[in-house]
């Protein structure tokens, strides 16, 4: 969350350099929420002041025996009342004002490219050629279920659309998927991994930048006030919520295999067929804590840790720098990870590494001690390591062979027990 004061002293500079992401802010009220609240609280310590002062006369007067304050004590009584009203009044304008302060986004990097959308994203690289299918491919819709290895209809017929029932080798394509992404960090990469709660307060949810903007897009438990995570990156960094760190223990990096849920409330009529865009869907998360000053190594080391996971699968994709426009509210630099889906023809987001630079850290209250005995606020990052979903699609499309068999590369075999090709039964 934003500090006032800096928005009271730079607020120009920060509508100026959040450009159209900071459009729905209304930044007048911002600092009309802010004049009051403060006028209240000078006002109630105005008060208070004098309230002590006549305490302190109503003492005196009692020390030299002269005990008929009525008048003094009057004032204090009134004085009490209106300290009490006027405080009343700070709580709902302290309340409205840091509701606007965290809906305000994060502020770009000055390397991200400016934009609105999607067409100013910067492509960086590519890695790998697309397959050459001399056939005529499935969509991995039809492709699964003609292994039955996914089925949709019952899962629609249980639970609604945007689900899906993975069925043997597909189920442990998911399985082998998640092991081996896990090893490969653990043992690889230096990620410690975690097993987090899959469901969280609003405390964490507010956090990492979720609550209270995009409520509509969670799954909510009301009577728990319960939220179930929408990745693992808001329960892995909220292990550290409100707690100082030691410098010479950073960088922290920590990894988790999760199920996510999303109501994708705002994907309305996009992808409801299939595994691209599921209310449920297993994800591996990457998640850094650093020094501010090597944050952005920090995100050049985390995203060569995903494209390896790609490079391993043998899956060809591009590595993207997204603009302004089209970055998430917490970001302050990402890269999107998009991996070639043979059958639609174009690139899609697999991964997303971000660096969120101190803005999840002030929310959550995460700081570290330098060796100076000074505090500060970490750098967090976050990226997929991948979304498991999405791998399973790609692979199907893109290692699919004529007769309707499905290779299995390499690196999963092992996780597959052997198992080196998914094929009809």
């Known amino acids: ?147 039955d290895i996914l089925d949709f209809k019952r899962a629609a017929r249980m639970s609604g659309s945007r689900f899906t029932i993975y069925k043997g080798a597909g189920a442990r394509l998911e399985r082998a998927l998640i092991n081996y992404m896990l090893d490969l960090h653990t043992q690889n990469h230096g990620y410690l991994e975690i097993i987090p709660p899959y469901l969280v307060n609003r405390a964490g949810m507010t956090g990492t930048g979720q609550l209270p903007k995009f409520e509509s897009d969670l799954f909510y438990i009301e009577r728990d006030d319960f939220f179930l995570i929408p990745t693992a990156e808001v329960s892995v960094t909220n292990i550290h919520r409100e707690e100082i760190l030691d410098s010479s223990d950073l960088p922290l990096r920590y990894v988790a295999g999760t199920p996510c849920f999303r109501r994708e409330a705002g994907s309305y009529g996009k992808d409801t067929r299939g595994l691209i865009r599921q209310h449920q869907f297993n994800k591996v998360e990457l998640v850094s804590f650093t020094n501010p000053e090597k944050s952005y190594d920090e995100l050049d080391r985390l995203l060569v840790n995903v494209e390896t996971v790609l490079q391993h699968l043998g899956l060809h994709y591009r590595v993207v720098t997204l603009c302004s426009g089209d970055m998430g509210f917490s970001a302050a630099k990402t890269y999107d990870v998009e991996v070639w889906m043979p059958v639609q023809g174009v690139f899609r987001e697999i991964s997303s590494c971000s660096n969120f630079e101190t803005f999840q850290a002030r929310r959550a209250q995460i700081k570290f001690r330098g060796s100076d005995g000074k505090t500060d606020f970490v750098h967090t990052l976050n990226g997929s390591g991948v979304a498991i979903g999405r791998t399973v699609v790609a692979i199907l499309e893109t290692f699919q062979q004529e007769d309707g068999s499905v290779l299995i590369p390499k690196a999963l075999q092992p996780y597959m027990g052997g198992m080196d090709k998914i094929e009809k039964r």
């Open 1 to 147: 969350m934003f500090d006032i004061r800096v928005i009271r002293e730079s607020g120009d500079e920060i509508q100026s350099r959040l450009g159209d992401r900071g459009k729905e802010i209304d930044w007048k009220l911002l600092l009309q929420l802010d004049t009051e609240r403060r006028d209240f609280v000078t006002r109630v310590e105005k008060k208070r002041h004098r309230r002590k002062i006549v305490l302190s006369e109503i003492g005196k007067l009692k020390h030299q025996g002269k005990p008929d304050n009525t008048e003094l004590l009057q004032e204090v009584e009134k004085l009490a009342n209106e300290i009490k009203a006027d405080e009343a009044l700070i709580k709902p304008t302290e309340d409205r004002l840091n509701d606007l302060l965290l809906r305000i986004p994060n502020i770009p990097h000055t390397t991200v490219p400016s934009g609105k959308d999607e067409s100013y994203n910067e492509e960086c690289r590519r890695w790998g050629t697309p397959p050459h299918l001399a056939f005529s491919p499935l969509p991995h819709v039809e492709l699964g279920e003609s292994l």
